[in-house]
């Protein structure tokens, strides 16, 4: 059976999703009715216009490890700049790839994408300069954050010696050919929620942002072992999945009240995987059949935090195409506009960039994306769009971007405040 797979990004950094086709295309759900007269105006005034930039396996920025910081800064202000051309608003900045930091952090050491040596200072602070340029030129900027992945091997010998994870290695489950926090153990959650949180304390950053890794993708024939933590700390749930459910609404919950506290304002958002659950799994799921569910795979009830309020905005991945039998981009997007109806949490979509100009697929049509923020205007939920990643908004090489800019960002605008 043919099978459609999210990315492989650069050096196994994020992983292979596969979605089952076969299934009927899902008839796009109705126009819902606007809001009141002056939320519309508030709407059609400010847009968010993001693009991530990503660091893990040096796939945005820096373009290579070892790079002076005179090299390395002059490539991230030139990203930013096209950002800028783009008539973008927001910079989503990967600062924390792996388990270790962009900044001076106390918690976890200099990160190895900078030099090629996981602990080595760079000689200068790149979130510092890039909140600083960000801001500049009009830009927010959001630092990145992936909250429980150690490393992109099983081998802790390359880990600093310092690293938290050689010091605590009871702390670490190898799955997948990676290492990751476990986030079972409160101590963890405790561990990472104060490393992220430093890069807030030090910094003016405009929001704190996660992406879809809590507990990994399924790997075929493994299993996450964290049967001990589950042993003593799992009591009361009816199963390790509510549990390991639980450890991730935790963690959302403490993130989102400790930035609020600390610096009121500042945003705090995630981008999980675009389908939270099948509708043959739970009637509440959206028309598709995706392979993975993140409410049953990753453990992440990603409904249940917007409709809760408990983060300042979503941002699904929905990086399929129009008309996808197994995950139609037309399906999807009224089912987020219905989660984020009536709550705080404001929903701006993942679009998949780098997949513009594949062969083989709608992809293959630069004008794809652009039909994607055509049919996204029809939902007054959303409120913007995210495109990944900074590399193909700078080079576009397939004139995707170049379109969308034509079609939908002929001004510039300020995102939500």
Same mark, same amino acid.
């Given at each position: 059976?043919?099978?459609?797979?999210?990315?492989?990004?650069?050096?196994?950094? @994020?992983?292979?999703?596969?979605?089952?086709?076969?299934?009927?295309?899902?008839?796009?759900?109705?126009?819902?009715?606007?809001?009141?007269?002056?939320?519309?105006?508030?709407?059609?005034?400010?847009?968010?216009?993001?693009?991530?930039?990503?660091?893990?396996?040096?796939?945005?920025?820096?373009?290579?490890?070892?790079?002076?910081?005179?090299?390395?800064?002059?490539?991230?202000?030139?990203?930013?700049?096209?950002?800028?051309?783009?008539?973008? *608003?927001?910079?989503?900045?990967?600062?924390?790839?792996?388990?270790?930091?962009?900044?001076?952090?106390?918690?976890?050491?200099?990160?190895?994408?900078?030099?090629?040596?996981?602990?080595?200072?760079?000689?200068?602070?790149? @979130?510092?300069?890039?909140?600083?340029?960000?801001?500049?030129?009009?830009?927010?900027?959001?630092? =990145?954050? *992936?909250?429980?992945?150690?490393? @992109?091997?099983?081998?802790?010998?390359?880990?600093?010696?310092?690293?938290?994870?050689?010091?605590?290695?009871? =702390?670490?489950?190898?799955?997948?050919?990676?290492?990751?926090? *476990?986030?079972?153990?409160?101590? /963890?959650?405790?561990?990472?929620?104060?490393?992220?949180?430093?890069?807030?304390?030090?910094?003016?950053?405009?929001?704190?942002?996660?992406?879809?890794?809590?507990?990994?993708?399924?790997?075929?024939?493994?299993?996450?072992?964290?049967?001990?933590?589950?042993?003593?700390?799992?009591?009361?749930?009816?199963?390790?999945?509510?549990?390991?459910?639980? *450890?991730?609404?935790?963690?959302?919950?403490?993130?989102?009240?400790?930035?609020?506290?600390?610096?009121?304002?500042?945003?705090?958002?995630?981008?999980?995987?675009?389908?939270?659950?099948?509708?043959?799994?739970?009637?509440?799921?959206?028309?598709?059949?995706?392979?993975?569910?993140?409410?049953?795979?990753?453990?992440?009830?990603?409904?249940?935090?917007?409709?809760?309020?408990?983060?300042?905005?979503?941002?699904?991945?929905?990086?399929?195409?129009?008309? @996808?039998?197994?995950?139609?981009?037309?399906?999807?997007?009224?089912?987020?506009?219905?989660?984020?109806?009536?709550?705080?949490?404001?929903?701006?979509?993942?679009?998949?960039?780098?997949?513009?100009?594949?062969?083989?697929?709608?992809?293959?049509?630069?004008?794809?994306?652009?039909?994607?923020?055509?049919?996204?205007?029809?939902?007054?939920?959303?409120?913007?769009? /995210?495109?990944?990643?900074?590399?193909?908004?700078?080079?576009?090489?397939?004139?995707?971007?170049?379109?969308?800019?034509?079609?939908?960002?002929?001004?510039?605008?300020?995102?939500?405040?």
């Amino acid at each position: 059976m043919s099978r459609v797979t999210r990315r492989t990004f650069a050096v196994a950094a @994020l992983s292979t999703l596969a979605v089952t086709q076969g299934a009927s295309a899902a008839p796009a759900a109705p126009q819902p009715p606007g809001g009141a007269a002056g939320e519309r105006r508030e709407r059609a005034a400010t847009e968010l216009r993001g693009m991530w930039l990503a660091t893990v396996g040096n796939r945005d920025w820096p373009s290579r490890t070892g790079l002076s910081a005179a090299r390395q800064r002059g490539e991230l202000t030139a990203l930013l700049d096209a950002a800028v051309r783009r008539r973008l *608003n927001t910079v989503f900045l990967q600062v924390r790839p792996t388990a270790d930091a962009l900044w001076p952090s106390p918690y976890e050491p200099w990160s190895q994408f900078l030099t090629g040596t996981q602990g080595e200072d760079p000689g200068w602070d790149p @979130l510092g300069a890039a909140v600083t340029e960000a801001h500049a030129r009009g830009l927010r900027l959001h630092a =990145w954050c *992936n909250p429980y992945r150690v490393a @992109l091997s099983t081998d802790r010998s390359r880990l600093t010696a310092s690293h938290p994870a050689r010091k605590h290695p009871d =702390w670490v489950v190898a799955y997948g050919g990676k290492l990751y926090y *476990n986030p079972g153990l409160p101590e /963890v959650r405790a561990f990472v929620r104060e490393a992220m949180l430093d890069a807030v304390r030090a910094y003016p950053v405009d929001g704190v942002h996660f992406d879809d890794y809590f507990y990994p993708y399924p790997e075929a024939g493994q299993t996450f072992d964290d049967a001990d933590a589950y042993a003593r700390h799992g009591g009361g749930f009816a199963s390790r999945a509510a549990w390991r459910r639980d *450890n991730i609404d935790k963690l959302v919950r403490e993130t989102a009240a400790a930035v609020a506290r600390i610096r009121p304002g500042v945003q705090f958002g995630i981008s999980p995987f675009g389908v939270w659950r099948n509708a043959a799994s739970d009637p509440r799921g959206s028309a598709t059949k995706a392979g993975a569910q993140s409410y049953d795979d990753l453990y992440a009830d990603t409904r249940t935090w917007v409709r809760e309020g408990w983060i300042d905005y979503v941002v699904p991945q929905l990086y399929w195409s129009i008309g @996808l039998a197994a995950a139609d981009y037309a399906a999807l997007v009224p089912w987020w506009a219905d989660v984020a109806r009536g709550s705080r949490t404001r929903l701006y979509v993942g679009e998949a960039l780098y997949r513009a100009g594949e062969k083989d697929s709608a992809w293959r049509d630069p004008a794809e994306l652009s039909r994607h923020l055509t049919l996204a205007k029809k939902y007054p939920e959303v409120r913007g769009h /995210v495109f990944f990643a900074a590399k193909e908004v700078a080079a576009d090489p397939a004139g995707a971007m170049a379109r969308v800019v034509a079609d939908h960002y002929r001004q510039s605008v300020e995102p939500p405040r």
